[in-house]
Nanobody, 115 residues
Framework: QVQLVESGGGLVQPGGSLRLSCAASGSSFGIGTMGWYRQAPGNQRELVATISSVGSTNYADSVKGRFTISRDSAKNTVDLQMNSLKPEDTAVYFC?????????WGQGTQVTVSS
């Protein structure tokens, strides 16, 4: 089992920045891709960004150039730096970790972009 603890959400004005962090408990053995997803009210959960165990990244088109995902494999952490935030980025953001082909999810952290 993997437990994920997220932090860093909150309220920010349009154009502002936030940094989300996620820490995974337990051994890093078997951990592969780590990532962030989000779900806005009435919408399905969607991919925001992922990073593989060798550092390859993948971003949703809507966040390319604004968000940056990074990981520290030694510490089992994955971060999401979010810049130039827009109201449409408002959602609950979930951390995801794949370990031995099983998916684990965090509890979610709210990000609200509003003036």
């Amino acid at each position: 089992q993997v437990q994920l603890v997220e932090s860093g959400g909150g309220l920010v004005q349009p154009g502002g920045s936030l940094r989300l962090s996620c820490a995974a408990s337990g051994s890093s053995f078997g951990i592969g891709t780590m990532g962030w997803y989000r779900q806005a009210p009435g919408n399905q959960r969607e991919l925001v960004a992922t990073i593989s165990s060798v550092g390859s990244t993948n971003y949703a088109d809507s966040v390319k150039g604004r968000f940056t995902i990074s990981r520290d494999s030694a510490k089992n952490t994955v971060d999401l730096q979010m810049n130039s935030l827009k109201p449409e980025d408002t959602a609950v953001y979930f951390c995801n970790v794949r370990k031995f082909a099983a998916d684990f999810w965090g509890q979610g952290t709210q990000v609200t972009v509003s003036s």
